[in-house]
């Protein structure tokens, strides 16, 4: 939802879990009951910052780098067959192209793989460290009453943080009829 949108919904948080997998099942277990899965959703709170860097593996830089050099060997042996003349026949001036260019290229991903083999790109992502189940005001007390009962259907063992006296948020406006 943009920022500037206006949540259509009014809703109060119901449960707050740790994983969308819970907070799935809790949906899950509200719909079975009945509830309409248009007044749920589930929303990640306490957002968080967390940045990816991945090295990558010196022996993948290597073989890379030896194909690399091998390719390039090549068209540079051909370009040579084509246009220089050499007392070597055309095959051996292709092997010989490929042969070094495999070895330079392998040189070069090692050098890069051991040396230089930094992160080129930092990726960061947003990352919400629990979820929230929120649902409509008009089903707020049906909600309640199915995950309390629930709670006491598992010996009193709630999976997530039941929230029964959570203020209701209202984030839209209702018009008058």
Avoid at 45 to 54: H, P
Avoid at 119 to 142: F, G, I, K, M, Q
Wanted: a negative charge; one cysteine or more.
């Amino acid at each position: 939802m943009r920022p500037d949108q206006v949540s259509v919904v009014p809703s109060s948080v119901i449960a707050s879990v740790s994983s969308f997998e819970e907070a799935q099942r809790t949906v899950d277990h509200l719909r079975s009951y009945g509830m309409d899965a248009g007044s749920m959703s589930i929303v990640g709170a306490d957002l968080r910052q967390a940045r990816k860097r991945q090295a990558v593996p010196v022996v993948t830089l290597t073989a890379v780098g030896a194909l690399q050099g091998a390719a390039l060997g090549l068209l540079a042996a051909v370009f040579v067959t084509l246009v220089a003349e050499t007392s070597l026949t055309g095959l051996a001036v292709v092997v010989w192209g490929f042969v070094y260019g495999g070895l330079l290229g392998t040189l070069w991903g090692l050098f890069r793989g051991l040396i230089r083999n930094r992160p080129d790109v930092v990726e960061t992502e947003v990352v919400p460290t629990r979820y929230e189940v929120r649902c409509a005001v008009e089903d707020l007390s049906v909600a309640r009453t199915l995950l309390a009962d629930a709670a006491v259907g598992n010996g009193g063992e709630v999976e997530g943080e039941t929230m029964p006296d959570a203020p209701v948020e209202n984030t839209g406006h209702r018009h008058a009829a």
